[in-house]
């Protein structure tokens, strides 16, 4: 019941709404917007009611109202374009059919390339969880998301799992491969593809945001000999888990337990042909409670030198993996709301919309950046 005094305001829109609509301004200015539609070749030769600046935030508001009809969306964002701005312009709300074609005349290009124009490590040194010694920590993980099982969406992703004997509904799905700021669990880098695809070849195009001065950890998923060449070339060094029972002989054993070694591709022996990559081995006891409690675990490493980074260290970078992992599905998943599957029935719909919640996320993570 309101209070005496209180009047019903005209609109239903909240100050959160106009907040999260200036977030993303803010992270994403207007002219960081025009510059990716000028690069993309999506500047309109007439004026239209839709003009594509307002439809990538238009598709930006998609996943902040993810439960919201088209329209409602639009009218969220106007409102809070307006806010934000502090000018009231005269405007026509579209009709759904107009929503759809200014969002098929965009593609995804823009979102994608909006977020590879801003998404950069948010952690300052010294930052809780982002930093060991003097290595900023990053990630690698995967996910999937379901999205309508059109007939274009299946052909283009492929039908739905549990066509396939598996899980996932009615829906099909999307494979996503995310490089992570692990300090402030900002997604920098990403990769999309089908449900069958292997996530070692996706990750295969983040590569390039890896730098110097960098520490990569990653599952024992992700191993294999030409990414782990890849990486290390980057400049960047590593820390993965690999198979327990892996060939891997002792060269030279170090104080604090671990040792030396190579690793080769496939099966090849030693006395290949092909030059082995070296390595340092650690090999740690996981005493958490879990699947894996008790098992020996052991980690590759680029960090040849156990002075600069002890093998009881490196052990314990990794084992906050696990709160990774957990983290970046959580927020995902809170993010679209639960049971909320992406709107699209199209392949470049669906990819124009996982970025512009790549988009959103990052901004989300930018506002609580970690000092």
């Known amino acids: 019941m309101p209070r005496a005094g209180w009047v019903k305001p005209d609109s239903d829109q909240r100050l959160s709404d106009h907040l999260a609509i200036g977030v993303l301004t803010r992270t994403f200015p207007p002219d960081v917007v025009d510059e990716v539609l000028v690069e993309r070749g999506r500047v309109e030769r007439r004026n239209r009611l839709l003009p594509a600046r307002v439809v990538v935030y238009y598709v930006l508001a998609l996943a902040v109202f993810a439960s919201c009809s088209y329209e409602d969306v639009m009218r969220k964002l106007v409102s809070g374009l307006e806010w934000a701005s502090g000018r009231s312009p005269q405007w026509t709300t579209p009709t759904k059919a107009a929503i759809f074609q200014a969002r098929k005349r965009l593609g995804s290009e823009p979102l994608r390339a909006l977020h590879e124009r801003v998404a950069v490590p948010l952690s300052d040194p010294g930052a809780p969880d982002s930093w060991y010694r003097s290595w900023r920590l990053m990630s690698i993980h995967g996910s999937t998301i379901d999205v309508p099982a059109s007939d274009a969406n299946i052909e283009r992703f492929g039908p739905p799992p549990s066509s396939r004997g598996g899980r996932g ?4 799905q999307v494979r996503l491969l995310g490089l992570v700021e692990c300090g402030s669990r900002a997604i920098i880098d990403a990769a999309l593809g089908t449900y069958e695809h292997r996530e070692q070849a996706m990750a295969e195009s983040i590569v390039r945001s890896l730098r110097p001065g960098m520490l990569l950890i990653a599952d024992r998923t992700f191993f294999g000999y030409r990414l782990w060449d890849l990486c290390r070339s980057s400049g960047a060094d590593l820390l993965w888990r690999t198979r327990h029972e892996s060939a ?6 170090y104080h604090d337990g671990s040792f030396a070694s190579h690793v080769y591709p496939g099966t090849r022996a030693r006395h290949s042909d092909v030059d082995g990559i070296a390595v340092r ?3 740690f006891v996981r005493t958490a409670s879990g699947d894996d409690e008790g098992r020996i675990h052991r980690l590759l490493t680029t960090i040849s030198d156990p002075e600069a980074a002890p093998a009881n260290e490196l052990a314990r970078v990794y084992s906050r993996l696990s709160e990774i992992e957990t983290t970046f599905d959580v927020l995902a998943a809170l993010q679209r709301g639960r049971g909320v599957v992406l ?6 719909g669906v990819i124009q919309e996982i970025y512009g919640h790549l988009c959103v996320h990052y901004a989300i993570r930018s506002l609580l950046r970690i000092k």
Not at 248 to 253: G, I
């Open 248 to 253: 891997l002989p002792v060269e030279k054993r």
């Open 169 to 172: 509904g009615g829906f099909t």
């Open 281 to 283: 081995v650690v090999e």
């Open 343 to 348: 709107r699209s029935k199209t392949p470049d």
